[in-house]
């Protein structure tokens, strides 16, 4: 196979450096375009009003001053040399679960591929800033997992999103194939803090899941340390109210 790599960590993100090992696993045929700069929770956002530079770091690997986005753009239509057969955007640094997905530059790479008609797989391995990340369980786990998704194949307007739990390699419970879930919004944070001027500013963050989410989700899956497969549509329409508003309007 052909595979394309990209991130939202960045280019020099340890991440991506095991998706690379994943990918080796895989074939010898890999391009890499990721963002120059990390890019976390840029969704699936395209540069617009600013000039994209790129910056060849050798003849297999790119650095675009954009979006994940951007570089699935520009990887696709102007670097990689024919269409590749598989996109795996990742590893994260950290969980893309429940609404993640939604802020994800990670799975928006993988979006914006699968809108592009290339099959698309993002990878996330679960962990929390101040500890060591797991980067061994993603890298033994996935190659047999992306094998088995490619040989099975999947619809064109669906991706694929895969979490990993932060649980060394021979303790991962099993590949469970799920929804994604809802994690409680409790959960947010909005730190108010001052700089050095005396101006104040704010950081929004995340703390923890403060409960044993319900089973059945993928965000239920991670939290009973199995490994969560969750196939996204690309499709938003909601079929339900879609039937409630046409009777509403006559149509």
């Given at each position: ?114 809108l592009l008609g290339v099959p698309s797989i993002a990878l996330s391995q679960v962990g929390y800033f101040g500890q060591d990340i797991r980067w061994q369980t993603a890298e ?76 059945g989700t993928d965000i239920g899956v991670i939290w009973r340390e199995g490994i969560s497969v969750t196939p996204i549509s690309l499709d938003l329409t909601d079929p339900r ?11």
């Amino acid at each position: 196979m052909k595979i394309l790599l990209t991130n939202d960590d960045g280019i020099h993100a340890p991440g991506l450096k095991t998706l690379e090992n994943i990918a080796r696993e895989l074939t010898d045929d890999i391009w890499i375009v990721a963002p120059a700069h990390e890019q976390s929770g840029a969704g699936h956002s395209l540069s617009l009003t600013n000039p994209l530079r790129m910056q060849k770091l050798d003849d297999r690997r790119f650095a675009v001053a954009g979006t994940p986005t951007d570089c699935v753009m520009m990887a696709l239509r102007k670097v990689v040399q024919g269409v590749p057969d598989l996109v795996l955007s990742g590893v994260n640094r950290g969980a893309n679960l429940a609404e993640d997905v939604t802020y994800s530059g990670t799975v928006a790479a993988a979006m914006e591929a699968t809108l592009l008609g290339v099959p698309s797989i993002a990878l996330s391995q679960v962990g929390y800033f101040g500890q060591d990340i797991r980067w061994q369980t993603a890298e033994r786990h996935a190659p047999d997992i992306i094998r088995k998704l490619v040989d099975k194949g999947w619809p064109a307007d669906v991706l694929m999103n895969v979490n990993f739990p932060d649980v060394e390699p021979d303790d991962v419970k099993g590949v469970h194939v799920v929804p994604h879930g809802r994690r409680d919004q409790s959960d947010i944070t909005i730190d108010a803090r001052v700089d050095g001027r005396n101006v104040p500013y704010f950081w929004i963050g995340l703390r923890r899941q403060r409960h044993l989410p319900e089973p059945g989700t993928d965000i239920g899956v991670i939290w009973r340390e199995g490994i969560s497969v969750t196939p996204i549509s690309l499709d938003l329409t909601d079929p339900r109210s879609l039937a409630e508003m046409g009777r509403v309007f006559g149509d």
